[in-house]
């Protein structure tokens, strides 16, 4: 009779602590999920360095341009 309680009382433990595992593991598999995703969201919205350095160079030639021009502009007027 002693073992029967024993054995029911064992049971329950172990499929209760089973029970609260598999839900840890479930909300780390979805965590893990989020996260993933997440890096693709960002990848998606910021830019690279090389990227970055490419359109500032854009700029800086188009400001460069922009400033030969005035040069010209501001000798025919003198």
Same mark, same amino acid.
């Given at each position: 009779?002693?073992?029967? +309680?024993? *054995?029911?009382? &064992? #049971?329950?433990?172990? #499929?209760?602590?089973?029970?609260?595992?598999? #839900?840890?593991?479930?909300?780390?598999?979805?965590? !893990?999920?989020?996260? *993933?995703?997440? %890096? @693709?969201?960002?990848?998606? @919205?910021?830019?690279?360095?090389?990227?970055?350095?490419? =359109?500032?160079? %854009? +700029?800086?030639?188009? &400001?460069? %341009? &922009? @400033? #030969?021009?005035? =040069? %010209?502009?501001?000798? !025919?007027?003198?």
């Amino acid at each position: 009779m002693e073992h029967t +309680i024993w *054995n029911a009382v &064992l #049971s329950v433990g172990v #499929s209760v602590a089973g029970f609260f595992l598999k #839900s840890v593991f479930d909300e780390v598999k979805r965590l !893990q999920v989020l996260i *993933n995703k997440t %890096r @693709e969201e960002i990848a998606k @919205e910021y830019v690279t360095k090389t990227q970055l350095d490419a =359109d500032i160079n %854009r +700029i800086f030639d188009r &400001l460069d %341009r &922009l @400033e #030969s021009k005035i =040069d %010209r502009l501001m000798e !025919q007027h003198k």
